[in-house]
């Protein structure tokens, strides 16, 4: 599978993105599906994550804000900022999980850069 993330941008505090991310080669619709962010200077690190039976999971500083979604039919993930913050600057990935639960042998898109000004 390949994974192409858009939508990032530049936004205000306090504004609103929303992330696509586009799968292609094969259906995603069993596999647990995800958002990482790599802040500028730091580790990759968690954000969201959707299991194809429905379950989330959220960073506990984006809860409330960011709100992860799926459409099997057109094989994307989204990811909803709301609220957003300049520490959610991050470039942000996609991610495709060899699993339907947990995290396994992951497929990863390209990033995509979200810039939040203060």
């Known amino acids: 599978v390949q994974l192409q993330a858009s939508g990032g941008g530049l936004v205000q505090a306090g504004g609103s993105l929303r992330l696509s991310c586009a799968a292609s080669?094969?259906?995603?619709?069993?596999?647990?599906m995800g958002w990482f962010r790599r802040p500028p200077g730091k580790e990759r690190e968690f954000v969201a994550s959707?299991?194809?039976?429905?379950?989330?999971y959220y960073k506990d500083s984006v809860k409330g804000r960011f709100t992860v979604s799926r459409d099997n039919a057109k094989n994307t993930v989204y990811l909803q900022l709301n609220s957003l913050k300049p520490e959610d600057t991050a470039v942000y990935y996609c991610?495709?999980?060899?699993?339907?639960?947990?995290?396994?042998?992951?497929?990863w898109g390209q990033g995509t850069l979200v810039t939040v000004s203060s």
């Open positions: 080669g094969r259906t995603i619709s069993s596999n647990l």
């Open positions: 991610a495709a999980s060899g699993a339907s639960t947990k995290w396994v042998r992951p497929v």
């Open positions: 959707k299991a194809w039976s429905g379950g989330t």
